[in-house]
């Protein structure tokens, strides 16, 4: 069994800064791709930023410059440093993760159970 864990979730001010971080636990083999996407009650889940197991990271045009992937392979972990916040970057924040499965060798796409996100002065 592959589990993905967020946290650092909270309410902030408009302007303040926010870490997020996930870590993938369970029979893993390898860990491909890693990323950040959010949903609101308005939008479909939309993807944040993503960090390859090798290459270049890419960006949703309404976050870049403000927000940071970033990965730690030895941890299984990806973070989401989040800058400059505004308002409708409010929204439930989702880790995902393709897994190769250590058991099984199957490759799984992931999701983690969210972690909510307000932004609001």
């Known amino acids: 069994q592959v589990r993905l864990v967020e946290s650092g979730g909270g309410l902030v001010q408009p302007g303040e800064s926010l870490r997020l971080s996930c870590t993938a636990s369970?029979?893993?083999?390898?860990?491909?791709?890693m990323a950040w996407y959010r949903q609101t009650p308005e939008k479909q889940r939309e993807l944040v930023a993503a960090?390859?197991?090798?290459?270049?990271?890419n960006y949703a045009d309404s976050v870049k410059g403000r927000f940071t992937i970033s990965r730690d392979n030895a941890k299984n972990s990806v973070y989401l440093q989040m800058n400059s916040l505004k308002p409708e970057d409010t929204a439930v924040y989702y880790c995902?993760?393709?897994?190769?499965?250590?058991?099984?060798?199957?490759?799984?796409?992931?999701w983690g159970q969210g972690t909510r996100v307000t932004v609001s002065s």
């Open positions: 995902n993760a393709d897994i190769r499965s250590a058991a099984t060798f199957a490759r799984t796409n992931y």
């Open positions: 369970g029979s893993i083999l390898s860990i491909y791709t």
């Open positions: 960090v390859p197991s090798g290459g270049s990271t």
